[in-house]
């Protein structure tokens, strides 16, 4: 008899790795498939990372890792920190995971306990209330909007604080819209909380690099909430390492000691070869994230000035990350030619556009907003161009057809 538990039952699928499964089906029959749905770089991991890799293949670098990670890469994050960020933190501050979401994942067992709540904007990254969740807290949802450059305030946050409220998680650089925080608009959000000593912040990072209105700025710089602050951040999108499986935390000790409890038990130390690729690309310079960067700039433009052609479509620029979260609410209701049936939600017209227009794009469900679909940008400019004319198509065939 089959037979899986009420924790598992209690999951949500990723949405964004199921529509791309959805997309490579597709693209498995023969048809040409724009993959939008994706969040990695569209980039090879520099040379020297791969070379170090080899190096280390050669220098046998074949047995158990410690749980928290390797001395040497610890060493290198910390640096890191301090080089880039102007951070202090110490190795044993430190622990390494197979990814951003490990690392995710490491702190919410280790941290919450039942009906623990745990404060999250929206739109938010689709694994954090699962995540959650899993770990037996409450996710509490803070909604901004598209006018709000989908950010929220200090003000909308205290609000929602309850005496149950243990921890707040965001991301800035935001997957899935792209949003940057401000140094003042960190600064007011971090006076707040230094007012709330007993709630920990979570800031997720991983989108550092990809930043296109200068220096990232993280909620960890100022003092007052030192000891609050916990950072997640990896190599997979500013290295383009997303298949290396290299992720960390930074916390107060305390926490990284929990973490790395916990680790201990669950995974050990991550596979050594990536780590040894990671300290490769920690020590090199920035030149490879400003290329990529660069890149994402230029495609980002083509796709804003392409979607904001169409009638019906609302868009917010992105100061960071490679996505796109449109605003597509003037589409629900209309009339799907293909089936004579309305589209009930931006998930059936994400379907729409992947079986119409052969683009795979992600819904806003598991997002956290059911108006909107998010398009990564992480591809070809020719892919970009060539998507958003489909879109366009697409889309003004039920333009025609709208109730």
């Known amino acids: ?19 791309a499964q959805k997309g490579r089906e597709l ?16 980039f090879n991991t520099p040379d020297h990372v791969k070379e170090a890799a080899k190096q280390a293949i050669d220098d046998n670098y074949s047995f158990y890792t410690p749980i928290e990670g390797y001395a040497e890469l610890r060493t290198a994050i910390a640096e ?10 110490t190795p044993q501050q430190i622990i390494v995971s ?10 919410f067992l280790s941290l919450l306990n039942p009906g623990d709540e745990v404060l999250i904007p929206t739109p938010y990254w689709v694994s954090y209330p699962e995540a959650i969740k899993l770990a037996e807290g409450k996710p509490v949802y803070i909604p901004s909007t598209i006018e709000s450059g989908f950010k929220v305030t200090a003000e909308q946050i205290s609000k ?43 800031s997720d990072e991983i989108y550092e ?6 220096k990232h700025e993280s909620i960890a710089q100022f003092p007052e909430i030192q000891n609050q602050v916990i950072i997640v951040n990896g190599l997979s999108k500013g290295y383009a390492m997303t298949g290396w499986r290299v992720g960390y935390m930074a916390a107060p000790e305390w926490i990284a000691k929990a973490c790395n409890k916990l680790q201990g038990q669950v995974t050990s130390g991550i596979f050594s070869i990536a780590q040894r690729a990671a300290i490769a690309a920690l020590h090199g310079d920035l030149e490879f994230p400003k290329m990529m960067t660069e890149a994402f700039l230029r495609r980002r433009d083509i796709m804003v000035e392409g979607l904001r052609k169409i009638q019906g479509v609302k868009v917010s620029v992105p100061d960071g990350a490679f996505y796109i979260f449109a605003d597509m609410s003037h589409f629900i209701g209309a009339k799907n030619p293909q089936t004579n049936t309305s589209i009930k939600n931006s998930y059936e017209l994400s379907l729409y556009l992947l079986s119409e227009a052969h ?10 907003n059911p108006e909107c679909i998010r398009f990564s940008f992480a591809t070809s400019d020719k892919n970009v161009v060539t998507a958003v004319e489909r879109i366009s198509v697409a889309l003004q065939k039920l333009q025609c057809q709208q109730l």
């Open 98 to 107: 197979a990814g951003a979401k490990h690392s995710l994942s490491n702190i």
């Open 209 to 214: 690099h990809i930043n296109f209105i200068g």
């Open 80 to 89: 890191k920190f301090k080089r880039e960020n102007n951070l202090t933190y």
């Open 1 to 19: 008899m089959e037979h899986t538990s009420k924790r598992l039952a209690s999951l949500a699928a990723s949405q964004t790795l199921a529509m």
């Open 27 to 42: 693209a498995a029959k023969g048809i040409d498939v724009i993959n939008l749905s994706v969040g990695e770089p569209d």
């Open 359 to 368: 683009v795979a794009s992600v819904s806003g469900e598991g997002f956290g």
């Open 160 to 202: 929602a604080i309850t005496s149950k409220t243990r921890m707040f998680v965001f991301s800035s650089p935001s997957n899935p819209t792209g949003a940057v925080y401000t140094k003042s608009e960190l600064e007011q959000i971090a006076k707040m909380f230094a007012k709330n000593p007993q709630i920990l912040i979570v």
